[in-house]
């Protein structure tokens, strides 16, 4: 009988009293078998049913519990708000802000299962971490500091000091404490999401293919990840793969706006013919381009002209007419025969990719655009431009499709035009009004806007 007791899930959501112990079991009940969630979520239903004709505070909290470990996180909110003022309640209403990224409320209510007496060290850990989600970096550092020496033991405290590390751009020491967090609970689906996206931002795919996988093994799963999942499978040509990540979440949400056009995308993808030829061909046209245009010998005055007009490989002749080069001062018919000469050496044209619809390339292989010359800029200006693309918060999707491009600061994105940014594969109409509103919020534009 003990033995139903500790592994019968509806056991444990009608146990009395319904305390922190019964929900520690639930989750490591479900936790080693997550085929048990459908039991969970029937017994969550029959619940339901039955408080409908008569609703009291006590079945409210067991419905909302059960709605959050479900992942139904609006759902739980409707319950938990009629469960009354005790922690238990307060904590789950925090975990379902939290996945709503309500921060501020979700700080608020973790606050108060912290003052209830609930697991007070965790809800402190986690209202540090909504506080860190909503920019307030200095508070959530204050608690972390304050739980330094009684917290070490926790996964969640390594959690949250490395995604605190992380939004410092502290990448590597991130890692490792995250890493700290997977060791002590290998089930802590966020310090294994926050792996695989610093692994995909570093460039290690591998790893974050395999961080990912793992947080997808432990429901609820953050739709984030299988999107996240998804997007990288595409990069593999793994179509199947990524669209059955998308077809996860859709399963969840229907009408997701990301996952709809992603697994539309995907779709397309899958049908595409790829002439290996060609691609040869391209990569030494890419690689042509990406001759810096300081190999040749040209003039002083031909240097500090291409210098002050940004302009740094062949790729970025291609992409500039004759008028504007003898448009800028100081660029004579001298230095544009001189220019000419160099580009019919490598059996190119200047213009010739306007005319075209090649793209030049940068020595990072994404498309470049021109730059207008910065000097007149104010320094507030110059600092907005040099800013990385990495502080506009933008989604794996976009920012991955802007690095292939080459873009890695402001000033970057607002020299290429709307246009140019869809010829990127996987870069669709999402991803560029993502691009626009970021922009936007800066009072900034894409070239031609």
């Given at each position: 009988m003990a033995e139903l007791m500790t592994t019968d899930v509806r056991a444990l959501l009608d146990r009395t009293p319904f305390d922190a112990s019964a929900v520690a079991d639930l989750r490591e009940v479900l936790g080693r078998d997550p085929s048990r969630y459908t039991t969970l979520r029937e017994a969550v239903a029959a619940m339901r049913d039955r408080t409908k004709s008569n609703p009291n505070p006590e079945s409210m909290l067991r419905i909302g519990v059960g709605e959050v470990l479900l992942g139904h996180f609006k759902a739980s909110l409707e319950y938990l708000l009629k469960s009354g003022d005790i922690g238990l309640a307060h904590y789950h209403r925090g975990l379902a802000f939290e996945n709503l990224q309500r921060w501020n409320d979700a700080a608020s209510a973790f606050a108060a299962a912290s003052a209830a007496g609930y697991d007070a060290k965790n809800s402190d850990l986690h209202r540090a971490g909504a506080l860190r989600r909503s920019g307030k970096l200095e508070e959530a550092k204050a608690i972390l500091d304050k739980l330094e020496d009684s917290a070490t033991s926790l996964a969640e405290f390594h959690y949250q000091r490395g995604s605190l590390l992380a939004s410092e751009r502290e990448m590597v020491s991130?890692?490792?404490?995250?890493?700290?967090?997977?060791?002590?609970?290998?089930?802590?689906?966020?310090?294994?999401?926050?792996?695989?996206?610093?692994?995909?931002l570093l460039g290690?795919?591998?790893?974050?293919?395999?961080?990912?996988?793992?947080?997808?093994?432990?429901?609820?799963?953050?739709?984030?990840?299988?999107?996240?999942?998804?997007?990288?499978?595409?990069?593999?040509?793994?179509?199947?793969?990524?669209?059955?990540?998308?077809?996860?979440?859709?399963?969840?949400?229907?009408?997701?706006?990301?996952?709809?056009?992603?697994?539309?995308?995907?779709?397309?993808?899958?049908?595409?013919?790829?002439?290996?030829?060609?691609?040869?061909?391209?990569?030494?046209?890419?690689?042509?381009?990406?001759?810096?245009?300081?190999?040749?010998?040209?003039?002083?005055?031909?240097?500090?002209?291409?210098?002050?007009?940004?302009?740094?490989?062949?790729?970025?002749?291609?992409?500039?007419?004759?008028?504007?080069?003898?448009?800028?001062?100081?660029?004579?018919?001298?230095?544009?025969?001189?220019?000419?000469?160099?580009?019919?050496?490598?059996?190119?044209?200047?213009?010739?990719?306007?005319?075209?619809?090649?793209?030049?390339?940068?020595?990072?292989?994404?498309?470049?655009?021109?730059?207008?010359?910065?000097?007149?800029?104010?320094?507030?200006?110059?600092?907005?431009?040099?800013?990385?693309?990495?502080?506009?918060?933008?989604?794996?999707?976009?920012?991955?499709?802007?690095?292939?491009?080459?873009?890695?600061?402001?000033?970057?994105?607002?020299?290429?035009?709307?246009?140019?940014?869809?010829?990127?594969?996987?870069f669709g109409v999402t991803s560029l009004n993502e691009v626009r509103e970021k922009l936007t919020a800066l009072n900034l534009k894409l070239k031609n806007e």
């Open positions: 991130a890692a490792a404490e995250l890493e700290k967090a997977v060791n002590i609970d290998k089930s802590h689906t966020g310090a294994l999401f926050e792996l695989a996206y610093i692994s995909d290690n795919d591998d790893a974050a293919v395999e961080y990912y996988v793992r947080c997808t093994k432990l429901p609820p799963v953050p739709l984030a990840a299988w999107n996240n999942l998804g997007i990288l499978y595409e990069d593999r040509n793994q179509f199947r793969d990524a669209e059955n990540c998308y077809r996860q979440v859709l399963n969840f949400d229907k009408s997701h706006p990301r996952a709809t056009l992603f697994f539309k995308d995907c779709l397309a993808s899958r049908g595409m013919y790829i002439d290996e030829s060609l691609e040869k061909q391209n990569d030494i046209i890419r690689r042509q381009m990406e001759i810096p245009v300081t190999d040749f010998e040209l003039s002083v005055r031909s240097r500090n002209c291409l210098r002050k007009m940004n302009i740094r490989t062949l790729g970025d002749l291609t992409r500039i007419t004759e008028a504007a080069l003898l448009a800028s001062k100081n660029f004579g018919e001298t230095s544009l025969s001189e220019i000419k000469e160099m580009m019919t050496s490598k059996n190119l044209r200047l213009g010739m990719a306007l005319e075209a619809g090649l793209h030049g390339t940068s020595a990072g292989g994404g498309a470049m655009a021109y730059h207008d010359p910065i000097e007149d800029l104010s320094p507030e200006d110059k600092a907005l431009l040099a800013k990385s693309i990495n502080d506009l918060n933008l989604s794996v999707r976009a920012r991955k499709c802007l690095s292939k491009l080459g873009i890695n600061t402001v000033g970057e994105l607002v020299s290429h035009t709307g246009d140019e940014m869809l010829e990127c594969k996987n």
